[in-house]
T-cell receptor
Framework: RKEVEQDPGPFNVPEGATVAFNCTYS??????FFWYRQDCRKEPKLLMS???SGNEDGRFTAQLNRASQYISLLIRDSKLSDSATYLC???????????FGSGTRLQVQP | NAGVTQTPKFRVLKTGQSMTLLCAQD?????MYWYRQDPGMGLRLIHY???????AKGEVPDGYNVSRLKKQNFLLGLESAAPSQTSVYFC?????????FGPGTRLTVL
């Protein structure tokens, strides 16, 4: 079983739609969680950190449920520029190395 | 600041050839990493370093060696390339909650 699992998609949504991605993790050594965004053939870039209390950054909301080992990302009012692959990521405290899910591809259509 | 840079951007090797990938960062980060990304998979950790002169194995270290002689540079070596090492290689450095990635090196082994 992969340590971090995501639905690969693709999710095809119209502009303005709300879309939610989910992710589950199995490695309890992962102490911190993040969503990274990766555009086609480019490097991953940090989108936002994920906390148990939930956090919001503009149109993006992330939530961590440690009891269920479940992470979510909600994107409201989708824009064409949101089209990308979204990577669910865990980090262990010691090495600070990242464990990546395989990514969920989002395509926002006009 | 240039951030994290990688050299070369592209390379084609024949089976059995050797090469070195160079990663450089100008942000004075202690932690540096090498990942590989294959189609349909998340990034996987090859080796990492927690400071100048130190290196450690990640999840997929076989067939690779690394060196961190200077704080700003992290080298990844392939002594005898194999087709299974065809991949996109990303270097990263870390501060706080964020890892900064280089633009990647696309390596094909024939």
């Amino acid at each position: 079983r992969k340590e971090v699992e995501q639905d690969p998609g693709p999710f095809n949504v119209p502009e303005g739609a709300t879309v939610a991605f989910n992710c589950t993790y199995s490695n309890s050594a992962s102490q911190s969680f993040f969503w990274y965004r990766q555009d086609c053939r480019k490097e991953p870039k940090l989108l936002m950190s994920v906390y148990s209390s939930g956090n919001e950054d503009g149109r993006f909301t992330a939530q961590l449920n440690r009891a269920s080992q479940y992470i979510s990302l909600l994107i409201r009012d989708s824009k064409l520029s949101d089209s990308a692959t979204y990577l669910c990521v865990g980090r262990d405290t010691g090495r600070r190395a990242l464990t990546f899910g395989s990514g969920t591809r989002l395509q926002v259509q006009p | 600041n240039a951030g994290v840079t990688q050299t070369p951007k592209f390379r084609v090797l024949k089976t059995g050839q050797s090469m070195t990938l160079l990663c450089a960062q100008d942000m004075n980060h202690e932690y540096m990493y090498w990942y590989r990304q294959d189609p349909g998979m998340g990034l996987r950790l090859i080796h990492y370093s927690v400071g100048e002169g130190t290196t450690a194995k990640g999840e997929v270290p076989d067939g690779y060696n690394v060196s961190r002689l200077k704080k700003q540079n992290f080298l990844l070596g392939l002594e005898s390339a194999a087709p299974s090492q065809t991949s996109v290689y990303f270097c990263a450095s870390n501060v706080g909650n964020e890892q900064f990635f280089g633009p990647g090196t696309r390596l094909t082994v024939l």
